[in-house]
């Protein structure tokens, strides 16, 4: 049972930072523009195949390095060119732009690296078990994964909280015309974060590639699950996003872990159904089934019951 | 004779339209058309009733395949109803059932989820529409997991002989419902509630200091676009005898906003051309070319970019030149620009299948042409440049004539 | 009696408190200014009254009925219309759809998905003699959202009486207008206003002794006088808090 319990923590945890790596960028657009950026997902794939092409040729490190670089000047340009044109013509309109974009890289994807999926792997210095515990390994690329994830956010804290440009950035988020007011180009500010979160969103991809397999529906795999995220966590909002990423991420390991079905629960009050009952399907759910649609169920009950979000103070 | 003609002022379109989608199979009548006349039936129904939440209603859904897939799912158990003698009547009423059933859940799923519009109405879309998807390979005895459920369309009683066995007698039927659906979808934006969906989609704290209640308009809106949904998936389970997941995931939602919006919102017809495209993209171009979805995402971006109002917009845009009797002397810079444009769309359609191509000559338009030749590459790239340029030497010029057809005879400015 | 009665109305947001007990009655037929300086809480005050925002105590009564935290479709169900200061009109319906919508519900259509508008002869009437009132006959069928400053000032106007409310309240109907649109617009309130109870929010002080019977003056969200023209006017608190000011301005 302990080692159940410990290896769906590390990889909850694994997920939860994987997911906040997409989901930090994602807010960090939206709280800046106002954008929910459908196509986030879709760097985080371009991240991964970039990554891999890289790899094939220069090693697993200088993909690391060089793919989110790649992902961050063509997220830039996106902004440069195609959102800020759609801009004027309101909120519906860019998302609806960005939902097109997603669908767009998709395909752009399938037509320059093919359907099947790529045999992106994680380096081979990395393939040994960091520990074993209860005789279940836990593989060092995976630890190198949640080093990489909090390096980066420490990183990132530092530059918005201790950087000039940070601090005009967070300013920037709250007051964007007082800031444009004091000369500052707030135009080529929006476009360098759409870069960067876009850039960040590579690097989730190219770590998460080796482990979640690299091929052209991974972006529809995560994309959604990171829209739950940052609604959870409060449009927005940082600290929720965190919170929400780590939320989701265990919640959906332990599902995938236990056992636990509906059949437990009815025993728990003694009920029991009888197995060709019409509604058999429903008392013989188990958890790991239902592991997939936890995050929407707690996404509608979330803007049902808070629209904003667990710490989000934006209404619309 | 002066009553005649307010009655084809009035009613004119209407019988052609009617005329249209019956005289259809006159004009191609092989399996493959008259399988393309059923899909584009059930998708005008399907982007219509879309264009009610989006166009008119200003709700930007992501998961409207939920009530078409609804719909369906219970067209088919219908179906499977009345070949169990459980249920006694015909087939061709099928997609009344599914429209109600759609009615059904969107006044559940409506009744919280049009408290707002805009970014939170989105997102709860989303979330329904991958909960349900999610769902319904987990409750395998309505949904029938990943191979879904199918039926025969071939029980019940028939309608005056017609058995709707084959598929163009199912192309009359979805024509007639189509044709329904359409004049109910029109009339709705014709009444109190129809018009109130405008005003909330414009400006809802306003409609509130009118009288109405926005979120009680969005939610008519709503359940009435729930309902044609429904009728849509009833077509289509009647047309494929099964359903299966995909019909209610959001790829399916994804394919009716893109129709809606390509077509264009906003304009009644303009999802009505949405969806005549993309059918025949889907069915036509699809057997050309294994990149046809990379072609209509290619499209949708530009249209979202260029015409935000889509095809129907970029007609309409028309009708000021017109009413000034100025429409042609925009054909010349029409011409003068669209001519540089055709040849890089060609070009760059060209080089697309190039780059594709696994084979040793690729061809196309008549030509054949050879991905391992130098010379081809650079004389397609010449090419296609030097379209590009014409389009941006020429660009200014259309402009320009623009402006002066659409200028307001006398007035400054 | 007041048709419309405000009690001890307060309102904060947060630990900002804006409105601070204002007691106010309106009679029927009255036209009524409501002046004060920036910031002194007009705009928050016809918020609260036509529901926009819910009071934090305090009650409202219209026509004897308290409407306080009522929903603002409530509220104009009840007979009370406003305008807004920022124009505030239905930009891609038409002209003459804005006003027709504005009267669906006072003609008893409510929700209606059964009722043909086309049909309606007697409505499309009432809208097309709205649009005459407020001289937008011709552009009836362009889209508002196109239409110039003046013309959007008007259509807005339209919108606010074309229900036939009995209490109607406007936010700076003449701000940003030229000297001369500005008269044709006080002509046009006059006109449209006969008989009614009209409350009124604006700066230019010729126009509101000009329009107004009775005048309200709000300071940092309390009525300090309230009175005909001529007391406001030779009153020395408003001089000490408004009026000077404004002197100086103009």
Same mark, same amino acid.
Request: with cysteine; proline share 3%; glycine share 10%.
């Given at each position: ?316 | ?32 058309? &008259?399988? *393309? =006349?059923?899909?584009? !039936? %059930?998708?005008?129904?399907? $982007?219509?009733?879309?264009?009610? @939440?989006?166009? +008119? ?110 598929? &163009?007698? *199912? =192309?009359?039927?979805? !024509? %007639?419902?189509?044709?329904? $659906?359409?004049?109910?979808?029109? @009339?709705?934006? +014709? ?223 | ?250």
């Amino acid at each position: 049972m302990l080692d159940v319990l410990i290896f769906a923590t590390l990889n909850g945890l694994v997920t939860g930072l994987l997911l906040f790596m997409l989901a930090s960028g994602l807010t960090l657009i939206f709280s800046m523009m106002g954008v929910l950026n459908f196509a986030h997902a879709s760097f985080y794939m371009l991240g991964a195949y970039f990554a891999y092409s890289l790899s094939l040729y220069f090693g697993f490190w200088t993909g690391l390095i060089f793919a989110p670089l790649i992902v961050g000047v063509l997220g830039a340009l996106v902004e440069r060119y195609g959102l800020r044109r759609v801009h004027q013509a309101g909120h519906v309109a860019e998302l609806v732009f960005t939902f097109g974009l997603a669908f767009l890289i998709e395909e752009a994807v399938q037509f320059f690296w093919g359907r099947d999926t790529k045999s992106y792997q994680s380096p081979d210095v990395l393939n040994f078990a960091l520990f074993t515990l209860f005789g279940q390994e836990f593989s060092a690329y995976r630890g190198f994964m949640i080093a990489i994830s909090v390096g980066i956010f420490i990183g990132l804290y530092y530059v918005l909280t201790r950087s000039r440009v940070g601090i005009i950035i967070q300013a920037a988020i709250t007051h964007p015309n007082t800031v444009a007011n004091l000369g500052h180009n707030v135009p080529l500010i929006f476009m360098g974060v759409f870069g960067v979160g876009t850039a960040l969103a590579g690097v989730a991809g190219v770590i998460a590639g080796p482990v979640l397999t690299t091929f052209p529906g991974m972006a529809t795999v995560l994309g959604s699950i990171v829209f739950v995220i940052v609604v959870i966590g409060g449009l927005g909002s940082l600290a929720g996003a965190f919170i929400a990423s780590l939320l989701i991420g265990l919640l959906q390991s332990f599902a995938i872990a236990s056992d636990v079905g509906m059949e437990d629960l009815l025993d728990l009050f003694g009920i029991s159904f009888p197995y060709d009952h019409a509604l058999a399907d429903l008392w013989g759910l188990t958890l790991p089934q239902v592991a997939p649609i936890l995050p929407f169920l707690l996404l509608v009950l979330v803007l049902i019951f808070r629209p904003t979000g667990l710490m989000g103070k934006r209404e619309e | 004779m002066v009553i005649l003609q307010t009655l084809v002022k009035k009613f004119g379109i209407w019988v052609a339209y009617l005329a249209v989608l019956l005289l259809l199979p006159q004009l191609f009548d092989s399996i493959l058309a &008259i399988s *393309i =006349y059923n899909q584009m !039936a %059930i998708a005008i129904v399907f $982007a219509l009733s879309y264009n009610m @939440l989006l166009g +008119q209603g200003g709700m930007l859904s992501f998961g409207h395949a939920v009530y078409f897939g609804m719909g369906g799912f219970l067209g088919v158990h219908t179906l499977l109803m009345i070949e169990n003698e459980s249920v006694y009547f015909s087939v061709m009423w099928v997609p009344f059932i599914g429209g109600l059933f759609g009615l059904l859940c969107a006044l559940f799923i409506g009744s919280f989820s049009t408290r707002k519009a805009g970014t939170v109405f989105a997102m709860i879309s989303l979330g329904i529409g991958e909960l349900i998807a999610a769902s319904s390979l987990i409750f395998v005895d309505f949904f029938g997991g990943e191979a879904g459920i199918s039926g025969d369309r071939t029980f019940g009683p028939t309608f005056f002989g017609v058995d709707f066995a084959q598929n &163009i007698q *199912i =192309y009359y039927l979805a !024509a %007639i419902w189509t044709f329904i $659906a359409t004049i109910f979808m029109y @009339l709705f934006t +014709q009444t109190p509630a129809g018009r109130m969906a405008n005003a909330v989609r414009d400006n809802p704290i306003r409609a509130e200091f009118i009288g109405y209640s926005a979120r009680r308009v969005r939610f008519i809106s709503f359940c009435a676009a729930g309902l044609f949904a429904g009728v849509a998936g009833g077509l289509f389970a009647l047309n494929y005898e099964f359903i299966t997941e995909e019909n209610l995931n959001a790829a399916t939602s994804g394919r009716v906003l893109l129709m809606a919006y390509i077509g264009g919102l906003g304009y009644f017809i303009g999802p009505i051309i949405g969806a005549v495209l993309l059918t025949l993209m889907n069915t036509l171009l699809s057997t050309y070319t294994d990149l046809w979805l990379l072609y209509l995402g290619i499209l949708f971006l530009l249209t979202v970019m260029f015409l935000p109002r889509g095809f129907a917009g970029f007609i309409m845009m028309h009708q000021v030149a017109w009413l000034r009797g100025r429409l042609t002397s925009l054909i010349k810079p029409y011409l003068i620009t669209g001519l540089p444009a055709l040849v890089f769309l060609l070009g760059v359609v060209t080089l697309i299948e190039l780059i594709h191509t696994e084979d040793e000559t690729l061809s196309i338009w008549g030509l054949s042409l050879t991905p391992a030749s130098v010379p081809t590459w650079i004389v397609l790239i010449a090419i296609t440049g030097a379209a590009f340029y014409g389009i941006r030497r020429s660009l200014p010029q259309l402009r320009e004539a623009w402006h002066a057809a659409n200028k307001p005879d006398g007035e400054g400015n | 009696m007041a048709i419309l009665s405000l009690k001890d109305v307060h309102k904060s947001f947060g630990i900002t408190h804006i409105i601070r007990g204002v007691s106010l009655d309106i009679e029927q037929g009255e036209k009524h200014a409501i002046i004060g300086p920036n910031g002194a809480g007009k705009s928050t005050l016809y918020h609260l009254i036509s529901g926009l925002y819910s009071v934090t105590s305090g009650t409202i009564e219209l026509k004897g009925e308290e409407i306080q935290n009522k929903p603002p479709y409530e509220i104009s169900r009840r007979g009370l219309a406003r305008s807004f200061q920022v124009t505030n009109i239905f930009p891609r319906m038409s002209v003459f759809e804005n006003v027709r919508c504005a009267l669906l519900w006072s003609r008893g259509f409510r929700y209606s998905f059964w009722h043909l508008l086309g049909r309606q002869g007697e409505l499309n009437d009432c809208a097309m003699e709205v649009l005459s009132q407020i001289g937008l006959l011709e552009k009836a069928s362009f889209p508002a959202g196109e239409l110039a400053y003046a013309q959007q000032r008007a259509l807005e106007l339209g919108i606010t009486i074309a229900s036939g409310a009995e209490v109607i309240l406007l936010d700076e109907p003449v701000a940003g207008m030229s000297h001369s649109e500005a008269e044709n617009a006080v002509q046009l309130i006059r006109q449209i206003t006969e008989g009614k109870t009209l409350v009124m929010v604006e700066h230019d002080m010729n126009i509101v002794f000009d329009v107004a019977d009775r005048i309200s003056v709000l300071v940092y969200g309390e009525v300090i006088a309230s009175d005909k023209p001529a007391a406001i006017r030779g009153n020395q608190r408003v001089q000490e808090a408004y009026l000077g000011e404004v002197a100086t301005h103009a």
